[in-house]
């Protein structure tokens, strides 16, 4: 009988390591490969939640790191007090018939009740401030005010020119300046889809309808990747995110260059004119040649380091393997195959190449 009772704490308290080892396996960082390595040289950023760098994701990683804290203190005090329990009080040999009953005891019915509730309370506290300073109705002071439009499968940015000259355009990767809050708004061209760069910030959804907002502020420089976070069809899980952190100078000449006019197409005159022939130009604006919108702006193509977000490096060869066939890099994706001719590839890729 005794040793049948030793086997079975035995087994208890395998049992309970087991479920802590479980409970607590490392289940944040969801890592994304980085596919292509910045242009600058700069450090690619991984996607875990762990390493904030950037005002409102680390108030999301300290409240984190607060709730887990003083579960694991609950899970400590709770399962040592029944481990203790269990190990203590366990029938010894020559115990006989029921232990003594014990009834009810007002101070540990106090301590139960009382001490939970102050625990709640804090924590609630704790999330109402963090939500307050994440989700601000109001653009930070100095802000740059960015627009992001989710499509299926790729991003759209619109970043504001405060002279009030037109907004600069591009798509899949945002350039920001390092040390400045940035305010997005954002909106969806079709289904719901959740912008997510773990590093900056928390997810915030782009519903159909409606606008949503956020904030974040790259405190270094630095590629920062992410991730579309809410499932939106077939290619979802390459709807990916690439935000750069570069100082000022370096901001204000890639804004620069973006806002100039696409190169002059006098030199490529073959790729341009297939470009304006075929379908190219209704699903695609290259400033100066055409406006269509449902596709990325191709106007300043070749500042990007990847193609079809983030699914490929950018370079001549993604290009042309992209023009054969979209549907051979992105099964699912909203660019048709033209069907193309070589002599109508090779055009096309040299006019698109000198779209820098
Ligand atoms: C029916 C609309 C449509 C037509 C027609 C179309 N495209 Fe696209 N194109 C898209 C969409 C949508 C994407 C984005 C695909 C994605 O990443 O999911 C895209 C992506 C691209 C990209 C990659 C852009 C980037 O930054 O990743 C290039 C380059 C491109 N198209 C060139 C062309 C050319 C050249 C033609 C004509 C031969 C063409 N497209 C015809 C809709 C179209
Ligand atoms: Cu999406």
Redesign the pocket.
């Known amino acids: 009988m005794a040793r049948r009772f030793m086997r079975f704490n035995r087994a208890s308290v395998v049992c309970s390591v087991t479920m802590l080892a479980v409970l607590t396996a490392p289940s944040f960082a969801v890592d994304v490969a980085p596919i292509c390595t910045p242009m600058g040289g700069e450090p690619l950023q991984s996607t875990s939640i762990l390493s904030p760098i950037s005002p409102p994701a680390r108030e999301i990683h300290s409240l984190a790191a607060l709730v887990v804290g003083v579960c694991a203190a609950i899970f400590i005090v709770v399962e040592g007090a029944l481990l203790w329990a269990i190990i203590r009080y366990r029938r010894r040999a020559g115990d006989r018939g029921e232990p003594v009953q014990v009834f009810g005891s007002n101070p540990i019915e106090l301590a139960w009740t009382v001490i939970p509730l102050v625990i709640v309370f804090v924590l609630a506290l704790a999330t109402v401030r963090t939500i307050k300073d994440v989700q601000r109705t109001e653009p930070p002071a100095g802000a740059l005010t960015v627009d992001v439009i989710g499509?299926?499968?790729?991003w759209e940015y619109r970043i504001a020119d405060e002279d009030g000259g037109p907004p600069v355009v591009t798509?899949?990767?945002l350039v920001v300046p390092v040390g400045r809050p940035v305010w997005l708004r954002l909106a969806s061209a079709d289904v719901i889809h959740s912008w997510w760069v773990p590093a900056l910030n928390g997810k915030t959804d782009l519903v159909p309808g409606r606008f949503s907002n956020t904030w974040f502020e790259a405190e270094q420089p630095g590629t920062f990747l992410g991730q579309c976070a809410e499932y939106c069809g077939t290619?979802h899980a390459?709807?990916l995110l690439r935000v750069r952190a570069v100082d000022d100078a370096q901001f204000e000449s890639w804004r620069t260059a973006q806002a100039a006019p696409a190169r002059d197409p006098a030199s490529f005159a073959a790729g341009h004119s297939?470009?304006l022939r075929?379908?190219?130009?209704?699903?695609?604006a290259i400033d100066g040649s055409s406006s269509?919108a449902?596709?990325?702006?191709?106007t300043h193509?070749m500042s990007?380091e990847?193609?079809?977000?983030g699914?490929a490096p950018?370079n001549r060869d993604t290009?042309r393997a992209?023009?054969v066939d979209?549907q051979q890099l992105?099964p699912g994706?909203?660019?048709?195959s033209?069907q193309?001719t070589d002599p109508?590839l090779d055009a096309?890729v040299d006019y698109?190449s000198s779209l820098n």
């Open positions: 499509h299926q499968w790729w798509a899949n990767e290619q390459n709807m297939i470009f075929l379908a190219c130009m209704n699903c695609h269509g449902f596709g990325p702006n191709l193509l990007r990847t193609i079809a977000a699914m950018l290009l992209w023009l979209p992105k994706c909203n660019m048709p033209l193309l109508e096309l698109l």
